[in-house]
């Protein structure tokens, strides 16, 4: 099984402290390290240092590590305009050597939107934007070098918009595709997905998805084998039941929202290495996933990346 780490610098953390992290997550071993796209605390909206940016933090990460998969978990389709997206990720692509995985989702932290200004439009027309920004992007990376990308839609219009230099991989970096949505979201995952991702989602929530987006690969002629299974948990691993304590209680603090229910286990892992080792193959068993996103909402502890790495991700390595 893949692993990989998700760090969440709106609940603190400057540039420097995400390098660090991503650094020990490379030198430990694992497969990618990912951040969030949020520009707010919402437990505590005027948290110092305050936000940094995902695409300039992703641009700096690219140059100063050489071998980890780096990415967002997801970038908000409302915070950017596609033709500027598609040309920040191709670059962070080309600067990375091909190491870029690219997620979108719709956008949803409608108070993030409205603090900074920026408009959040109501869920229907926010898939629209969603769905014109995923067709946008990809069409201006797979043009070809001469040619030009023209695009009528409802919320843009490109015209006669140059080929792109190109990101490394081809035809586009892998696209990942996540969200609980039952309708317009698997169709989507359908016609763009690389991967598709559930976060914070327990086992029969999460199977249930995954079966949809299957459901709707099948229905355009798909195989829906090609579209890579993960999820995102919120990650407390302790040598002590009193480290793990003290680290679910930053979850706790950050997300007040989320709890594990044992009847759909799975949004968090947490106890001792072998217990999360446990958590996880139950989890996987369940789902089917073969990617993992460690989520860790205090970006300064690299003490449990290095605790995952040496007690935890050897006895899944092979899975």
Request: glycine fraction near 10%; charged fraction near 20%; proline fraction near 6%.
């Amino acid at each position: 099984m893949d692993l990989r780490i998700v760090a969440e610098p709106q609940f603190g953390g400057t540039y420097e402290d995400l390098l660090a992290a991503a650094r020990a997550a490379e030198s430990s071993g694992f497969d990618g390290f990912f951040r969030s796209d949020h520009y707010l605390d919402r437990a505590n909206p005027s948290a110092l240092p305050g936000p940094t940016d995902a695409w300039t933090t992703l641009a700096g990460l690219a140059r100063e590590t050489a071998t980890i998969r780096i990415g967002t978990l997801v970038t908000a389709a409302t915070l950017r305009h596609p033709s500027v997206l598609a040309i920040s990720a191709a670059q962070v692509d080309r600067m990375s050597h091909g190491r870029l995985d690219f997620g979108l989702g719709s956008g949803h932290d409608v108070e993030e939107h409205r603090r900074y200004g920026v408009p959040i439009p109501d869920i229907n027309e926010r898939f629209d934007v969603y769905t014109e920004q995923l067709e946008i992007i990809t069409g201006l990376w797979t043009t070809p070098a001469g040619a030009h990308f023209n695009f009528s839609g409802k919320h843009y219009t490109l015209t006669d918009a140059p080929a792109l230099r190109t990101p490394v991989q081809s035809p586009t970096p892998p696209i990942i595709i996540g969200g609980a949505g039952k309708k317009r979201t698997p169709h989507l995952a359908a016609r763009f997905a690389n991967e598709f991702n559930v976060i914070f989602a327990g086992a029969s929530a999460a199977a249930a998805q995954f079966d949809r987006v299957a459901a709707a690969a099948r229905a355009i002629g798909r195989d829906p084998g090609g579209i890579v299974r993960s999820a995102a948990v919120a990650t407390a691993v302790g040598r002590t039941s009193g480290d793990s304590m003290r680290r679910l209680g930053v979850i706790h603090k950050c997300l007040p929202w989320l709890r594990s229910e044992a009847e759909d286990f799975g949004r968090i892992v947490a106890g001792s290495p072998n217990h999360v080792v446990d958590q996880i193959g139950r989890y996987r068993e369940a789902t089917g996933i073969s990617r993992l996103y460690l989520d860790f909402p205090d970006v300064w502890d690299l003490d449990q990346i290095e605790l995952i790495a040496s007690d935890v991700k050897p006895q899944l390595e092979g899975d």
